[in-house]
């Protein structure tokens, strides 16, 4: 997500973009920019990195003005260099733009301006392809150039404009991603949320979809899609600055979880085409170099492991590839058989844990195709793949990964139907199902976090407990797993995970009166054999809390209580039955006071070994 802020007024527009943009640099950036009215101009810089180094650059004490736009950089098409930094200028230097979101046809209409326009690009990016597309359209009205430009991008978007012919207004649209105009005295605000505008104003206006947006320095005007003006009630924010930049929540974890419709939103978007056919921008893999591949190697740590672990289920079930799970740290030193008839997927978030490097690098040197699954772009692990699959969640700030969780596996869905899809594994009705259900995700996911009331009387419940068990069969193993770390490392309670049919091969023994047992029966095909371990630990007294579809009333008879998920096919229940875990880690920690974004003894990137 990246950030926007706007400024018109008789002050210092390059003081207060900047102090703004520093605002926001909680969404993590890897470059910033802004550009400035002056004297019938823009002025532009921009600089990779921290913002600091864009002030460096900004050296000319008449590098000011009373109009600008600035912004700070969250990469998703193309690295995270100068060139691609925001604002980006039109090729006569009379727009500059700065964007949040992706532009999913932007490649189509950077095509057409080319051919059409001899346009040349600077930049890798998709945004640059708006400024280029409004000055097509400009004459001699900004609102209306923006305004035909808006109607062939097809994506999310949050766009703020200037002109060099226009020194009293801000222009600004939005789809999909938020954005807020601020009202000041003498002077008026654009941001894309609302921590950037906190020192200068607290009374702002939410923009909504499809709506223009047109800011002068005495008047904020918003229009909606057929621009007919609209009367919008101004909003006072109540909130402390440390509570903006949470969005309202507490912690970023609570945020992050919330964000998770939002995110897998954006995992989707422009990978599933009118058609129901998954398009993998970044896959370049051909038919026969799929057909050649024989082996999988999903290779992560913590939470990207178990993504891994029901990464296997899909992969193996859709695209019939023989596929192994392993640890990155364990992988290195196993002497592991690849050659180049192997595909190794790499998962990690960040893309700089160095155990999942080290091990990327020696399944290269052995001759691997590498495919990584990321959420950063220009990451390390991404410069040195062959394929990269981004999850577009955004940046994860809290220490235990919960959105990067989910759109891990929702990549891991894409590229199993789509390897399915190309080797003739998987039948067409059985693509269009699972595809059909990886739509309606995000609609889950929000109905999934309508637990969390009842979750957190659970949690209160047993919040004292140091040791709890997490059980289930199938793709219930892998969110056995992930559950268990989430509870562990943010409450620091033992929890315990375990393969449910392994119990009565030792861990049985553990059991006393009242042990606290999450057991997950989401799988239909194994349902009964759920229902069977169920008892068996109930028989050794045992407090039971199942998670399952709701429907299965069954399983609530013989547990002492239930979490239920949306109804859903077995193989998405996986993404479904975490979000409560994850609530549910996130309340007890929270009770027991500890610091639930950044928890004892960890990183948010292991970058040591
Ligand atoms: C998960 O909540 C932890 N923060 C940790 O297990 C993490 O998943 C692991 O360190 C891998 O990180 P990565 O995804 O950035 O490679």
Redesign the pocket.
Known sequence: MCGIVGYIGDGSAKEIIISGLKSLEYRGYDSAGIALHRGGKLLLRKESGVIANLEKRITKKDFDGNLGIGHTRWATHGAPIRENAHPHMSCDGRIAIVHNGIIENYMELKAWLVKNHDVEFKSETDSEVIAQLICVYYKDDLVAAVRKAVARMRGAYAVGVISADDPDHIVAVRKDAPLIAGIGEGCNYLASDIPALLRYTRDIYLIENDETVIISKDDIKIFDGDMTRVKREKMHVTWDAAAAVKGGYEHFMKKEIYEQPEAVNKTLEGRINAKGEVKLDGIKLTKKELDAINRIYIV??????HAGMQGKEVIEGFARIPTEVDLASEFRYRKPIVDSNTLFIC???????SD?IEAMREAKRKGARILSICNVVGSSVTRESDDVLYTWAGPEIA????K??TTQLVCLFLLALYMGRARGTLLPKEYKRIVDELKKLPAKLTEALGTDEHVAKLAKKFSVREQIFYIGRGSDVGTSYEAS??LK?ISYINSFAIAAGELKHGTIALINRGTLFIVFATQDYLYEKMLSNIEEIKARHAYVIAVAKKGNTRVGKISDDTIMIPECADEVASILAVVPMQLFAYHIAKLRKRDIDKPRN?A???TVE
């Not at 992560?300 to 492991?305: I, K, S």
């Not at 990690?348 to 844990?353: V, Y």
């Not at 220490?399 to 919960?402: N, P, Q």
């Open positions: 992560a740590c913590g939470t990207a492991y998962i990690s978030q960040s893309g700089e844990t999942t220490v235990a990964s919960t990067a969780y770390l989430k490392e960890l948010k990137s292991v």
